[in-house]
């Protein structure tokens, strides 16, 4: 069992910055590849970012590449998301979860069975 919790969500200007971080229960935290994904209202919760359980790979939807950087810190138990240069459709409550199905895509919400409650994210122009 993982129980994860975000923080770091707020309000900013559209150019600026926010860090997001998930804190991660459980002595297994590196066996688990960690994803961050968005649901903004009326939307389907869309994939942003996975990162490999070592740190050594990471993955992003085209929507954020070069924007925003995926790491992890498994001494901390803790996966962050680096967002630069937010725009407003970048306006989402974010999530994390821990992914512990191998056969579907990082990109794919089941791939993933634990979740944490999410924080906002409102970019304003």
């Known amino acids: 069992q993982v129980q994860l919790i975000e923080s770091g969500g707020g309000l900013v200007q559209a150019g600026g910055s926010l860090r997001l971080s998930c804190a991660a229960s459980g002595r297994t935290f590196s066996s688990y590849a960690m994803g961050w994904f968005r649901q903004a209202p009326g939307k389907e919760r869309e994939f942003v970012a996975a990162i490999h359980g070592s740190g050594g790979s990471t993955y992003y939807a085209d929507s954020v590449k070069g924007r925003f950087t995926i790491s992890r810190d498994n001494a901390k138990n803790t996966v962050y998301l680096q967002m630069n240069s937010l725009k407003p459709e970048d306006t989402a409550v974010y999530y994390c979860?821990?992914?512990?199905?191998?056969?579907?895509?990082?990109?794919?919400?089941?791939?993933?069975?634990?979740w944490g409650q999410g924080t906002q994210v409102t970019v304003s122009s």
């Open positions: 979860a821990a992914r512990t199905t191998l056969l579907l895509p990082y990109s794919s919400t089941a791939s993933y069975n634990y």
